[in-house]
């Protein structure tokens, strides 16, 4: 491995590690079971569709099946930094947030035949603040610090669920592959909100409700390439429970009770598409649907759970190869999407409508990858749900290639 390489790799390494919730997402995290994470690779985000990528020296990970294409021992790393602009009917909130959602790592055991692969990646996410200074009317005139609000009340929501799957890829006959991973579903999520007196003689008190997640869902998937021009995916994830233990503990007045429940999380189905229309140029479509109508668990979420579905279409120019082409030989993608989201707010659909483009750097004989991708996401209608937040994201990947024997 390349000087170069290894300290890019460890950069990464270190920001994956470090790199958590920022600020605050966006008033939707506030719902129901959160945002969907984006696990998405910088060239995905960027070209709208993954289901069918086979490329040895530039691997992807959203299809499993198509690992069997590997050559080398991969690692590759995402990350991204956003910026939020939320509106509500009490004004407009602007929150910036990075956040390392994917790692993953690919081992051919029988090149172009069979590889094993694990990685780490983040399901939901849930992460918001908020404060509210207030003036109380007391029996009595206390002194209380300062002038201006006696009292303020904050909310505090923080968490995710994540993924540790474990799978394997297999290429039984030329232009078909099969892949399955058994996945470790794990996670929390921590709602924390406080009344705060700026008065004395009144008890200041502070509720927070804890939920850890534990379950385990496996992952079928196929790729089928008939001919060098058009390629099919899909995945399927079966219907999978999730244990919860609920902790809730009142500080300020000595409380806290434990309680368990399980919670069915729905199945889960992708399919892409991908065509090459000519010379570098491939055009392609992912598509996914979620029956989160069939959700159980909280009565609360229960209650607003809709089915989620998405769609997302692009183009690409795959990276060229001549002399002394310069620029003309990087890779340039493009692509728009749509998103309906798990629930609805005030009783109407969250829509999520989404533009990216990006492009990317190949490391010193195509042992690698850097890619980066710009979009820009307009969530939900103020008319509508009460709330609406446009994000700007810029997300980054790095792909590692090393030859293992």
Known sequence: MT?????????????????????????FALQNIGQRAVADDARMVARGFGMTVTDSLHPGFKNVASLSSLRHVALKFTGYGERTDSRDQTGERRTYRTYSPDVRVGVPVLKTRLALTAGFTVLRTTAYQTRRDTTMEFPFEPPYIGEGPNANFQFIREGSMFSVPLGVALQPLPGISLGGSLNLVRGSNVDTASDRFLVTGYQNSTLIAEETYNGTSVTWAVLVAPGRRFRLGASWT???????????EMQGVGDRARSSFTMRMPEETWAGIEARVVGRWRIGADAHFTEFSGY????????TAKDEYSWSVGIERIQ???RRAGASNLPLRLSTGYRRWAYTINGASVDERSYAVGTGFPFRNDMGHFDLAISYNRIGDRGDNGYESDVWRLTVSVTGLEAWW
């Not at 170069?4 to 920022?22: D, E, F, H, P, Q």
């Not at 079966?238 to 809730?248: F, L």
């Open 296 to 303: 159980r668990g909280r009565e609360d979420w229960e209650r």
């Open 238 to 248: 079966p219907g999978y429970d999730v244990g919860v233990e609920r902790k809730v």
């Open 3 to 27: 000087r170069c390489r290894a300290a890019s790799l460890l950069a990464l390494l270190v920001l994956s590690v470090g790199a958590g919730t920022g600020r605050a997402q966006t008033p």
């Open 320 to 322: 060229g190869r001549e």
